[in-house]
């Protein structure tokens, strides 16, 4: 029998994490006054009606005009904010590519169905203002979402939009079968049915063939967390999806994302070249 309530609690493995979150909230307070300081940040941008759904978008380090990535912060679809995540927009900002970092309403305000089309209006929003398609990249909750954006058929939202809009998505620690989270505590505020679960997995979509999907987690994660990337890896790459695996070597739930940071990091030069992936598809 697999305990479901230890597996997914990360913040219990890592009992460290109050110093991690601190950490995050020091380093991202520090990145907003270093872009606003550079002119290089907006901040509380609304895509839509409720007061959560805003982004905080960071300018390229250069000034110039460049690609666009969203970011969608994790928290089990209840919990944090993007303001806890601004510096996670360091790394591309280095190498050229403006950085949106998306908010959400929460469960249980909220369902995971709400928030999928909310992040979805948020990708229609970067589109509308820049006229290019989107490479999502998203932390737990927000692999998920990232996930759901790239299996996303746009056309059905809006006429005007590319089929593809989000081509691309890199999945950090990411939830792709929710079905384990229905009987575990936090489900409280999930409020899934199993048939909820089912629908809101993206492992269960009609996988999105001729695009990419990068799935990445932690090596010293739970043994479900682990099987969460390669079961989308898995099925997604068998059915003409681009997909990667990666566990990062010494790397647990929280500090996985570190890298994020870093614009010299093989994950940043990862998401550049699916971001260059993303900019060819408009070709």
Known sequence: MIDYEAEYNNRARVPEHPEIFARWTKEAAAYRAE????????????YGASPRQIIDLFGPASGRAGPVALFIHGGYWRSLEPALFSHMARGLNGRGAAVAVAGYDLCPQVTITDIIAQVRQACLYLWRRFGARVMGYGHSAGGQLGAAMVATDWKRLDAAAPADLAPAGYAISGLFDLIPLVGIS???????????????????????????LDAVVGALESSEF?????????????????????????????????????????????????????RAAVA
């Open 35 to 46: 872009a606003t300081d550079r002119g290089g940040a907006e901040l509380g941008l609304a």
């Open 186 to 212: 936090m489900n409280q505020d999930l409020r899934l049915s199993a048939d909820d679960a089912q629908a809101v997995s993206p492992i269960n979509w009609p996988a999105p063939r001729g695009r990419a």
């Open 226 to 278: 682990l099987r969460q990337s390669r079961i989308i890896v898995e099925a997604w790459g068998k059915a003409g999806v681009e997909t990667r695996y990666q566990a990062v070597a010494g790397a647990n739930h929280f500090t996985v994302t570190d890298a994020l940071t870093d614009p010299d990091s093989a994950m940043v030069a990862r998401l550049m070249a699916l971001i260059e992936r993303t």
